[in-house]
């Protein structure tokens, strides 16, 4: 598996053993910096590219547009599935459940996120891992704009950053139809879990503007 080149440590950093979420192998005791190019005139709806620094492939994201629910699959590099992604239907708080590999089955659940409230003028989502069952205090917990490409994630409901995603705007990007961003992931956070929070936070913000 490709590992990311590491970045610099951003001031105020937490952490100084591992946190994995979706797994160890996807903490490393460095920053990293993701590059995420979302393909905005797609059909296939392959639709994210995540890279690091160097433009090394260190995920991809595939939609299934034609299931019943939305579903998405993250996969590492070499197009092997590690969680997939699925929307709650029939859920008041735009409820996302993750689920190990491909599979949907309430044991493989890994983390699930809904927003906060339903009206929102900003973002702001909670995350709750899945030993989490009574969901009184999420687990981490996204903040920010997401229009602006201009989020925090934060562990708990604490002031305590782990990423913080920033927007990349080129003449090229808007012209070829591509929206591109990138995400610092502080040491020893899982930055697979951090992608997975992105792109459920892109699905939100979509069925926002199409409402």
């Known amino acids: 598996m490709a590992q990311p080149i590491p970045a610099p440590t951003p001031a105020g950093t937490q952490f100084t053993s591992p946190v ?55 996969l590492d590099g070499a197009g092997k599935p ?30 699930s996120v809904k927003r906060s409230s339903i009206i929102q003028l900003k973002t702001k989502l909670h995350v709750f891992l899945a030993n989490n069952t009574t969901e009184n205090v999420c687990d981490y917990k996204i903040e920010g704009s997401w229009s ?24 090229q990007s808007i012209l070829i139809g591509k929206d591109n961003f990138s995400v610092t992931v502080y040491p020893n956070i ?12 892109d699905d939100i913000n979509a069925e926002d503007k199409e409402e």
């Open 20 to 74: 994995p979420v979706i797994g160890p192998q996807y903490c490393v005791p460095y920053p990293v910096d993701l590059a995420i190019v979302k393909k905005v005139l797609t059909i296939s709806d392959g639709n994210f590219v995540v890279t690091d620094i160097n433009g090394n492939v260190i995920f991809k994201v595939k939609g299934k547009l034609l299931s019943l629910r939305d579903r998405r699959v993250l």
């Open 82 to 111: 590690i969680v997939t992604l699925r929307e709650k239907i029939m859920s008041a708080h735009d409820r996302w459940q993750v689920f190990r590999g491909e599979s949907v089955e309430p044991n493989n659940l890994v983390f």
């Open 190 to 201: 899982d930055y697979a879990f951090i992608v997975a929070l992105i792109v459920i936070l």
């Open 148 to 171: 602006e490409r201009s989020c925090l994630i934060y562990a708990g409901d604490s002031s305590t950053v782990v990423a913080q995603m920033h927007k990349k705007h080129t003449a």
